[in-house]
């Protein structure tokens, strides 16, 4: 009874540890990329322009503007990115279809083939997939995975893409920007909540990877701040240059 028990314990502690997150999803790159975006790009374009001395109004503008095209631009692009990939991994699903209708010998001795190069013996891998191929369903969902190394359940979504995308670049770019729809006139209160917001997705993006939070916030505030330090020099070099 005790081993009976030691056994069941060790299953469900495997079980609860043993749970993996969903990395094939349509939603968490273009959010995050969206959000980094839309900070770097915005607090760059801010600082290019405030570094040609320009007046309040006119960068607040450039800061909506480049608001509103970054979100619009970001959300296009997903969209069709991701549709594009759906579409031609749906043709390849098409042609194995075909495939598997047409003859399906040759497909299950294809689905042999593949798990005895896996080490699986002969005999065993010919009955493995003798078996697996007798629902139609289940043996394109098996050659999918094992030819195209794809899920057919699990298409990533080109709306979910485009909308995540548009949202978390609007709020990104909307960070630098927020200083000076709350009345400052000053550069540094936008640089420093941006480069704040910079460390903060950083270290958030590192709870769903093998980075620690402090080593990805740090890279992702270096990285923006070097794009808003370049820019800056670049404006208030042409704005002297053109006024």
Not at 38 to 49: C, D, F, I, K, R
Not at 207 to 226: D, N, Y
Request: hydrophobic content about 50%; charged content about 20%; proline content about 4%.
């Amino acid at each position: 009874m005790a081993i009976i028990e030691t056994e069941a314990t060790l299953h469900e502690a495997h079980r609860d540890n043993h749970t993996h997150r969903d990395v094939n999803g349509g939603w968490l790159r273009p959010a995050v990329f969206g959000a980094m975006d839309g900070l770097v790009s915005n607090l760059a374009l801010m600082t290019g322009v405030a570094g040609g001395a320009v007046g309040q109004q006119t960068i607040i503008l450039t800061g909506l503007a480049g608001l509103a095209a970054g979100a619009c631009s970001m959300a296009a692009g997903e969209y069709t990115s991701v549709a594009s990939q759906r579409e031609l991994v749906e043709a390849e699903l098409d042609v194995e279809r075909r495939e598997l209708r047409k003859h399906p010998e040759d497909e299950e001795m294809e689905l042999a083939a593949l798990y005895e190069a896996r080490g699986v013996e002969p005999a065993l891998a010919r009955e493995v997939a003798r078996q697996l191929s007798r629902d139609p369903e289940q043996a394109l969902e098996i050659h999918a995975r094992e030819e195209l190394g794809i899920d057919p359940g699990d298409l990533p979504s080109p709306m979910v893409a485009a909308v995540s995308s548009f949202g978390s670049f609007a709020l990104g770019a909307l960070l630098p920007l927020l200083p000076y729809l709350l009345g400052a006139h000053v550069l540094w209160p936008a640089v420093l909540l941006a480069l704040a917001g910079l460390f903060a997705c950083g270290a958030v993006v590192a709870k769903v990877t093998a980075r620690t939070w402090w080593f990805s916030g740090m890279r992702q505030l270096a990285l923006g701040g070097a794009a808003a330090g370049v820019t800056y020099v670049l404006g208030s070099l042409f704005g002297t240059a053109v006024s």
